[in-house]
């Protein structure tokens, strides 16, 4: 599928989350490699055991290299005295929304789940 043919991968969801988050991580990045490109490093928010959600602008070149169900190797970046998710993992897009309130207002989040 070229980049003419995608279709608008916001997606409206109903509340699902049944782990408590961590909403205030003002300092935490993901890493992600794709061939041939520079890595995007990406602010995360919404931190739980088991997923996460992070911060894209809704113009970034990113959101046309993913699609919901893909799988991507990524890196956490997290400060030292944090006990939240950080190191390599692989994860799962699970959802692609726009953000409609707040400082990202516009920006879109990519719902992800880890997978190990």
Known sequence: ???????????EHPERRT????????THRVEIKFPSV???QLKVRDVSPNGAGIIVRADSKFLTM??????????FLAPAESATL???????????SE????RFKGHRVVGISILH
């Open 66 to 75: 993913v699609q919901i169900g893909q799988e991507l190797n990524v890196n």
């Open 38 to 40: 520079p890595v995007y």
């Open 99 to 102: 953000l409609e309130k707040g």
């Open 86 to 96: 950080s190191g390599h993992h692989k994860l799962r897009i699970e959802h692609i």
């Open 1 to 11: 599928m070229n980049s003419s043919e995608r279709i608008d991968p916001v997606v």
């Open 19 to 26: 782990e408590p988050r961590s909403t205030k991580l003002p």
